[in-house]
């Protein structure tokens, strides 16, 4: 198959897996047996590809959904949103929390194949969504949950202004942060903090300590 659609290239180049902090989640993520995991950006980027961030479990994401698994009273029978959702790691530990509903959005196409299959491989309804949400209102969100969106000046600023809007309607703002560069100094109060089992293939340690914060609205 010459073009496969994304959701066929999300299961020919994944494979369906676990993490040591959520066993209790399959997700298909790149490992050492799937091209993903060996490709390189040269190879990426001559097949028009962008960077598959969607194919690996961060460690902000798996921080926030930790945190919903042992803390489900923060979601259950609310709205929420899993922004720059990933692999959809966020939003399906929020729908097993008990979650009314989730959102997960990203603008990477092939991140909303991986959010589907990652889904249907839990038995969880979201609903993906490709809009760029940053500087919207969200009405009817009761909730919306970031896992390591701190890792670049220009999006951590924007977004987390964007953020701080969001929690002055009075919506919770949750974000992961396995001690990015770009995380806010200020306005922010810890919810909980994990030891996250990480790659040196992807991180410079082979655990991150990432904290979970509340965004306030300052």
Same mark, same amino acid.
């Given at each position: 198959?010459?073009?496969?659609?994304?959701?066929?290239?999300?299961?020919?180049?994944?494979?369906?897996?676990?993490?040591?902090?959520?066993?209790?989640?399959?997700?298909?993520?790149?490992?050492?047996?799937?091209?993903?995991?060996?490709?390189?950006?040269?190879?990426?980027?001559?097949?028009?590809?962008?960077?598959?961030?969607? /194919?690996?479990?961060?460690? %902000?994401?798996?921080? *926030?959904?930790?945190?919903?698994? @042992? !803390?489900?009273? +923060?979601? =259950?029978?609310?709205?929420?949103?899993?922004?720059?959702?990933?692999?959809?790691?966020?939003?399906? /530990?929020?729908?097993?929390? %008990?979650?009314?509903? *989730?959102?997960?959005?990203?603008? @990477? !196409?092939?991140? +909303?194949? =991986?959010?589907?299959?990652?889904?249907?491989?839990?038995?969880?309804?979201?609903?993906?969504?490709?809009?760029?949400?940053?500087?919207?209102?969200?009405?009817?969100?009761?909730?919306?949950?970031?896992?390591?969106?701190?890792?670049?000046?220009?999006?951590?600023?924007?977004?987390?202004?964007?953020?701080?809007?969001?929690?002055?309607?009075?919506?919770?703002?949750?974000?992961?942060?396995?001690?990015?560069?770009?995380?806010?100094?200020?306005?922010?109060?810890?919810?909980?903090?994990?030891?996250?089992?990480?790659?040196?293939?992807?991180?410079?340690?082979?655990?991150?300590?990432?904290?979970?914060?509340?965004?306030?609205?300052?």
């Amino acid at each position: 198959m010459n073009n496969p659609s994304p959701l066929d290239f999300v299961r020919d180049n994944t494979t369906l897996a676990t993490t040591p902090l959520l066993p209790e989640l399959q997700l298909h993520l790149a490992t050492e047996v799937t091209p993903l995991w060996q490709a390189t950006e040269e190879t990426l980027a001559e097949k028009n590809l962008p960077p598959p961030y969607w /194919a690996f479990a961060w460690p %902000g994401g798996q921080a *926030v959904a930790r945190l919903l698994l @042992d !803390r489900p009273d +923060l979601v =259950a029978g609310k709205s929420v949103l899993d922004f720059a959702a990933g692999t959809g790691i966020v939003g399906i /530990a929020a729908m097993k929390a %008990g979650a009314a509903r *989730v959102q997960a959005c990203d603008i @990477d !196409r092939f991140a +909303l194949a =991986a959010i589907a299959a990652n889904a249907e491989a839990n038995g969880v309804d979201i609903k993906a969504v490709s809009v760029d949400l940053v500087g919207r209102e969200l009405p009817g969100i009761d909730v919306v949950l970031a896992g390591d969106v701190c890792y670049e000046k220009p999006m951590a600023e924007r977004v987390t202004a964007w953020l701080r809007g969001v929690a002055a309607t009075g919506t919770l703002v949750v974000l992961g942060d396995p001690g990015r560069a770009y995380v806010p100094t200020s306005g922010l109060e810890r919810v909980a903090t994990y030891t996250v089992p990480t790659s040196l293939e992807l991180e410079d340690r082979e655990t991150r300590e990432t904290t979970i914060w509340r965004l306030l609205a300052e």
